[in-house]
């Protein structure tokens, strides 16, 4: 399958400072790329769709003042979470879209990168 | 976007094969489904995607009744590795790109 990757793995950072999150598809061109949150023992939860060339869309209750997205090329977007404070502390993961068109149909997968260990102190 | 119902656990033994079943009953015409497995600290890992019958691949095969409204996944032989979380999806394919929303999961546990 395709590859996405994320930098950095881990980051602990003090409370105030902003922090980048970098998400890559290395093998394939993503023009969608999904943003998630998952805290301990809990399922993922969607925060934004990050399309190539224009403007994130948020879920509903997240801030996208303090979650800045950026998706510059169609292989990178990038996730700023500025003014960290403790309660941002989470693990962060990205998917990208591989999709392409077929003879026999549209094929669409969403791979996932490792994801990004947030501690804020 | 079709809301998917899974157990929340499911305990196995190694070699035995394991059979998860997700119902989507509100599936849309143009859904399709995907497994997703999930080790604890790490990103969700594609397993297997389908849309009607079956599909089968190198770790796992996908059972899709014809009126499409559950799936079950079928690991063969499963061994401690296999002990994990796993996701059943549903989610549009087109051109503008659909986010796929996640459920609580399936937590496998196998023992030896």
């Known amino acids: 399958g395709a590859v996405v990757s994320q930098h950095p793995s881990r980051v602990i950072c003090k409370s105030g400072t902003s922090v980048k999150i970098e998400c890559r598809s290395l093998?394939?061109?993503?023009?969608?790329m999904f943003w998630y949150r998952q805290f301990p023992k809990q399922s993922l939860m969607l925060m934004a769709t990050?399309?190539?060339?224009?403007?994130?869309?948020?879920e509903q209750g997240v801030e996208k003042d303090k979650f800045l997205i950026n998706h510059a090329s169609l292989t990178l977007s990038t996730l700023t979470v500025t003014s960290a404070h403790p309660e941002d502390s989470s693990f962060y993961i990205c998917?990208?879209?591989?999709?392409?068109?077929?003879?026999?149909?549209?094929?669409?997968?969403?791979?996932f990168g490792p994801g990004t260990r947030l501690l804020v102190l | 976007l079709a809301k998917t119902t899974q157990p929340i656990s499911m305990d196995s033994y190694e070699g035995q094969e394991v059979n998860i079943t997700c119902s989507h009953n509100?599936?849309?015409?143009?859904?399709?489904i995907t497994w997703y497995q999930q080790f604890p600290s790490q990103g969700p890992r594609f397993i297997i995607q389908?849309?009607?019958t079956k599909v089968t691949n190198e770790v796992a095969s996908l059972f899709i009744p014809a009126d499409r409204k559950s799936s079950t996944l079928s690991l063969p032989r499963v061994s401690l590795s296999d002990t994990a979380v796993y996701y059943c999806?549903?989610?549009?394919?087109?051109?503008?790109?659909?986010?796929?929303?996640f459920g609580k999961g399936t937590t496998l546990s196998v023992s030896s």
């Open positions: 998917s990208a879209r591989d999709y392409r068109r077929g003879t026999s149909g549209d094929q669409e997968t969403q791979y």
């Open positions: 093998d394939f061109q993503a023009t969608t």
């Open positions: 990050s399309n190539e060339g224009s403007k994130a869309t948020y």
């Open positions: 509100n599936i849309a015409t143009n859904d399709y």
């Open positions: 389908g849309y009607k």
């Open positions: 999806l549903v989610g549009v394919h087109n051109q503008a790109g659909t986010a796929l929303i």
